[in-house]
């Protein structure tokens, strides 16, 4: 479930990063491919942060007009194809799906401006 402000929604979500794994997915986001960065952008992913707890915790935090829409159109990039093929192995429990596909939105139960 998302929750919308001013016509944006809001997503949060979480995944779980394998704990051997954190420094490197700490530095593979340090350099984020700026074509990866471009697609985000162009697909609507706005005020896009990730959150990595010490344990491997990845929380997720976005705002765009239309979650379901923004994830088919990053599917629809080539680089979110390479992209994702290379994080795949940093996440626990994956059955054989890409991370983009395991964002499974949180409720909301609480916001204030």
């Avoid at 765009?64 to 992209?83: C, G, H, I, S, Y």
């Avoid at 093929?85 to 991370?99: A, L, N, R």
């Amino acid at each position: 479930m998302t929750s919308k402000q001013n016509g944006k929604q809001r997503v949060c979500f979480m995944l779980q990063v394998k704990p051997d794994r954190l420094e490197e997915y700490r530095l593979r986001h340090a350099a984020v491919w700026p074509d990866m960065i471009e697609a985000l952008q162009r697909t609507g992913w706005h005020n896009y942060s990730l959150f990595l707890t010490p344990r491997g915790e990845l929380i997720g935090y976005l705002e765009t007009d239309n979650f379901q829409l923004a994830q088919k159109q990053m599917r629809d990039e080539p680089v979110n194809a390479r992209w994702q093929s290379e994080m795949k192995d940093f996440f626990v429990e994956t059955d054989g799906k890409d991370p983009d596909q395991l964002m499974s939105p949180l409720d909301e139960v609480f916001h204030i401006d």
